[in-house]
């Protein structure tokens, strides 16, 4: 019985078991499990020695790890993928049946999958908002889709050198701006916001006549006010059940090894489990 689960804390609120689990019902494969575990930083390294030592249990295929996990793992890996290196964030581990630890960052490629299914291939300009760990996600997204300059809008200047960096890492050019003016970050062609609940809610007032394509990594509360209004202004929006789906379908077919998940089946199975929360 192969087992797998997503650690973070707090963790009450994932979605993956839904979407994971739809994908295994989809897939045939019945014997599979996925659950959920309240895990910190602390104790993290402990939680997977234990892996190994529950005989009878099934094998363990992978983790989903959400915050404050997606660094703090790096050091407990016998393997970090390219992509999760560049970020130095790691949302999955793949766990080989000779005990090996296999560290990837599906966000990334998750990211850039949620843009062109909405036909949105390549860009002149885009504008980030916030500059947490998912916006330095968002970076490594935009490498692969934005042919010019980013501008990052942060609150403090320590973040603004953070965006800064992360850029010349990843080669992309930002440029920094105060949150203050963040309005600015709108008439951009792509706009993607990675701030928490209620922090861009003030800017649905000033979304353009002529909107381009707002990405809200945010999926509940949904839509958000400024996802609300951008779609009333006829702009285009990607919303966060559509990088969760996926980066999901992703991790599935790493840690299953079938291919190609069932997208469909699981943005159903997330859509309905939003529906009844």
């Given amino acids: 019985m192969p087992r797998a689960a997503v650690l973070g804390s707090p963790i009450a609120h994932s979605l993956s078991p839904v979407l994971h689990r ?17 895990v910190d930083e602390a104790a993290l390294p402990g939680f997977l020695a234990g892996l190994a030592d529950q005989p009878g249990c099934g094998r363990w295929a992978g ?20 992509t999760a290196s560049a970020v130095e964030a790691v949302n999955t581990l793949v766990l080989t049946e000779d005990g090996r ?50 501008t990052a ?31 600015g970050a709108l008439s951009a062609p792509l706009v993607i916001s990675t701030t928490p609940a209620g922090t861009a809610d003030a ?22 006010a400024l996802a609300s209004a951008w779609a009333g202004r006829g702009g285009a929006v990607v919303g966060g059940l559509d990088l969760l789906v996926h980066q999901a379908v992703l991790q599935v077919e790493l840690m299953t090894g079938r291919k190609p998940a069932p997208l469909a089946a699981m943005r159903a199975a997330g859509e309905a489990a939003l529906h009844r929360s």
């Fill in 63 to 82: 983790l989903s790890l959400t915050m404050p996990l997606k660094r703090a793992v790096i050091p407990l890996l016998d393997e970090v993928s390219d």
């Fill in 153 to 183: 809008y942060v609150r403090s200047g320590t973040r603004a050198d953070e965006m800064r960096g992360w850029g010349e890492r990843l080669g992309v050019a930002v440029r920094t701006a105060a949150w203050e003016d963040a309005a």
């Fill in 203 to 224: 800017l649905a007032a000033a979304v353009p006549e002529r909107p381009g394509t707002l990405f809200d990594v945010l999926y509940d509360p949904w839509p958000t």
């Fill in 101 to 150: 630890r296999l560290g990837d960052n599906t966000d990334i490629p998750g990211m850039v999958a949620a843009l062109r299914e909405r036909g949105v291939e390549r860009v002149d300009s885009a504008a980030v908002l916030g500059a947490g760990a998912t916006a330095s996600s968002a970076l490594a997204a935009l490498a692969q889709v934005c042919d010019g300059e980013v």
């Fill in 22 to 38: 739809a994908a295994y019902t989809e897939l045939g494969l019945a014997d599979w499990t996925y659950d959920r575990y309240e």
